[in-house]
């Protein structure tokens, strides 16, 4: 029996509609229209304004803290199913309260699981997601889930700069396997940072595993908060006779002293994607954009295509 594929039509979260646009537009399609309505509570409701009754549908949305962007995509997964749509793909460029993947002390969430829990409830039939903060929180999902990496992004880049002496860092010693990773893609050493935190985002104590004497250094890490990790690590290799410091971190939350904490450190460039949307307020941040590589993973989700050539790493 021959497989139907039916039509597909892309939506967008509020707070990722810009880069839905983009998506959309290196799909070849049109965003789809939704309006959202709020009352005068905070409480908001979304509305499918086209029929998307018997089709696979995209959503598009990040679920980055405050918690109605994780809001939103539940709404919206729930008016699809509701509108019985065929398929419903949750594309989450940036998947939320992912730092909190196992429990580190008693009596507190999982809150990764539980957001994954929540997205099959509300009708998620596929999730596309990119550089997620653990590898195994795939497994939390009873769901298919397409794991993207934005080395395919990010490697080019770095290869264009032509960086003599290059060596590949990792801010900590979880993050070691991705910065392994891209040191293979581009023959290069490795060093890694061995940090100790008082509390969250609040760093203690910090070493360096490894020389960076006269090499020009790139951080790897999936995300970046206040920046302090980041920072630190840069101004240590510095004082350690590295020639530069660079980094590359996926998703850009950048919190707090965020911005401060770039501008006074010793980082010559912060490379990021547009998985959230930022405001880059400072000359140091260079964004590059996901849209073409979620568009085409979409477009093979599609056409029931292989993506595994999308897997770098």
Same mark, same amino acid.
Request: aromatic content about 6%; proline content about 5%; charged content about 20%.
């Given at each position: 029996m021959p497989i139907v594929i039916t039509e597909a039509k892309i939506f967008a979260c509020t707070q990722s509609k810009v880069l839905g646009e983009k998506i959309a537009k290196a799909f070849g399609a049109e965003l #789809?229209?939704?309006?959202?309505?709020?009352?005068?509570?905070g409480e908001f409701q979304p509305s499918y304004e086209e029929s998307i009754r018997g089709t696979r549908i995209f959503i598009i949305g990040s679920t980055?803290?405050?918690?109605?962007?994780? $809001?939103? $995509?539940?709404? $919206?997964?729930?008016?699809?199913? +509701?509108?019985?749509? +065929? @398929?419903?793909?949750? *594309?989450?460029?940036?998947? #939320?309260?992912? +730092?909190?993947?196992?429990?580190?002390?008693?009596?507190?969430?999982?809150?990764?699981?539980? *957001?994954?829990?929540?997205?099959?409830?509300? #009708?998620?039939? +596929?999730?596309?997601? $990119?550089?997620? @903060?653990?590898?195994?929180?795939q497994g939390f999902f009873e769901k298919p889930v397409d794991h993207?990496?934005?080395?395919?992004?990010?490697?080019p880049y770095l290869k264009s700069l032509n960086l003599d002496n290059l060596t590949i860092a990792s801010p900590d010693m979880g993050g070691s396997k991705r910065a392994y990773a891209y040191s293979k893609a581009l023959e290069s050493d490795v060093v890694i940072c061995y940090k100790q935190r008082a509390k969250a985002n609040i760093i203690s104590h910090m070493e360096l595993i490894g020389d960076v004497t006269g090499k020009n250094v790139v951080l790897v890490d999936d995300m970046v908060d206040t920046a302090g990790t980041l920072t630190k690590a840069a101004d240590l290799m510095m004082e350690r006779g590295a020639l530069s410091v660079r980094a590359i971190c996926t998703h850009p939350i950048l919190s707090g002293k965020a911005y401060d904490n770039l501008n006074k450190s010793k980082l010559e460039e912060l490379i990021v994607t547009d998985s959230i949307p930022i405001k880059p307020l400072s000359d140091k941040i260079r964004v590059l954009s996901c849209a073409d590589l979620f568009a085409e993973v979409m477009e093979k989700v599609h056409n029931n295509q292989s993506i595994s050539s999308k897997f770098v790493m």
């Open positions: #789809g229209n939704v309006i959202t309505s709020t009352y005068s509570d980055n803290p405050g918690p109605e962007n994780l $809001m939103e $995509m539940l709404l $919206m997964i729930d008016a699809a199913k +509701r509108a019985s749509a +065929r @398929h419903i793909t949750a *594309v989450l460029p940036y998947f #939320g309260w992912a +730092r909190q993947d196992r429990k580190d002390k008693p009596r507190v969430p999982i809150a990764a699981k539980l *957001v994954a829990k929540m997205l099959e409830a509300a #009708g998620a039939t +596929r999730i596309i997601t $990119m550089d997620l @903060h653990a590898d195994q929180i993207l990496f934005a080395s395919t992004i990010f490697l």
